[in-house]
């Protein structure tokens, strides 16, 4: 882009001096079709279980998550994220594929109860896992190849249950394409993926650790998630998922890795989600409870900043309020 402009001919305060021409040549908005709002559902009844770290974030028992994903739908939120905690932990991970396991129970009701919710459901192990590690572990080490099958299975046992969308978060190496043959040899080829592809290993998950009671109990998930200071590497990721059949990558944190939101976006031109964590999420409810910033503005400033960078969708759970706000 070339620009010879000079003052005083050229005046850029021009365009700024009434809302209406600041509207007229807006470059981004934020659309709340493109929110997703993350949802915990655990087993039981009439649960409704405070997360210490996120304020205004739960683990619900399916009773419970219907009545949220049914408040904040009719809010406006288009789309929710769904992790399950359930009550037994094993070293394979049984209760991630079951096919009475707690994600496949929720999805079912939720679209029983409000199909046009649309509902997309995280795929991990580490929540059904006893050492809290996102694949099997032998030796120390967490295997990979052994890992896609589960991971497979998984997602086949979502997308049974009715999931509208999959997205795998557990960063093992080929699992976008594992997971993407064994929904289409069951008759899901047309069921979309959404790949945690830039996933870093970050400490901007603390929170959500304790939402989804899923800390690795030995060690810690770097050899599989990504190094902080590697941008190239993330393109190799994104390239790699979108080979093996991803739909939409993702960049996970968000605000810290804006860069690579527009790399991504910028070298593939596919859709791109971006997921604003746990911490990001706990840091401006903890600075704004204390009257430091206002929470309004700086969340969605922020969710502006995502769509700035390239991603269409934003993961966040601030959702249900964004949408309200962008309303108002
Ligand atoms: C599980 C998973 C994690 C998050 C989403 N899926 C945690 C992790 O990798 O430890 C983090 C989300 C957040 O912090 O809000 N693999």
């Not at 795998?168 to 997971?179: E, L, N, Q």
């Not at 704004?288 to 309004?296: K, L, P, S, T, V």
Request: proline share 5%.
């Amino acid at each position: 882009m070339k620009f010879f402009g000079q003052f005083p001919n050229c005046r850029p305060r021009r365009l700024r001096s009434s809302p209406a021409l600041r509207r007229l040549v807006s470059e981004t908005q934020l659309n709340p079709a493109q929110l997703v709002l993350p949802l915990f559902v655990r087993p039981g009844k009439k649960i409704r279980r405070a997360i210490g770290a996120m304020p205004g974030v739960f683990q619900l028992s399916p009773d419970e998550l219907l009545r949220e994903a049914e408040r904040v739908h009719t809010l406006g939120v288009p789309a929710i994220l769904l992790f399950g905690i359930p009550d037994k932990k094993d070293e394979k991970a049984g209760g991630a594929f079951a096919k009475n396991g707690i994600v496949q129970q929720a999805v079912r009701l939720l679209k029983k109860e409000l199909p046009s919710l649309l509902v997309i459901t995280d795929v991990c192990l580490c929540e059904y896992m006893s050492h809290g590690h996102c694949g099997i572990v032998s030796g120390g080490k967490i295997l990979n190849d052994p890992t896609l099958k589960i991971l497979a299975q998984t997602a086949l046992s979502h997308a049974e249950a009715g999931a509208d969308m999959v997205a795998p978060s557990d960063m093992m190496d080929g699992r976008v394409g594992a997971i993407r043959a064994a929904l289409d040899k069951n008759g899901f080829s047309e069921t979309p993926m959404m790949s945690y592809a830039a996933k870093f290993a970050s400490a901007f998950y603390g929170p959500f650790r304790e939402a989804a009671e899923s800390a690795p109990q030995f060690g810690d998930r770097r050899s599989y998630q990504m190094d902080a200071g590697n941008s190239n590497e993330a393109l190799r990721e994104a390239a790699l998922d979108l080979q093996e059949g991803a739909d939409i990558v993702m960049v996970k944190p968000a605000l810290a890795y804006l860069d690579l939101v527009w790399r991504v976006k910028q070298t593939f031109g596919c859709p791109v989600a971006v997921y604003a964590v746990s911490a990001e999420h706990a840091m401006i409810k903890a600075a704004a409870a204390r009257g430091w910033i206002d929470e309004r503005a700086v969340t969605l400033e922020s969710l502006l900043a995502m769509r700035r960078a390239g991603a269409e969708i934003i993961i966040t759970y601030a959702a249900a309020d964004a949408v309200t706000w962008l309303k108002g």
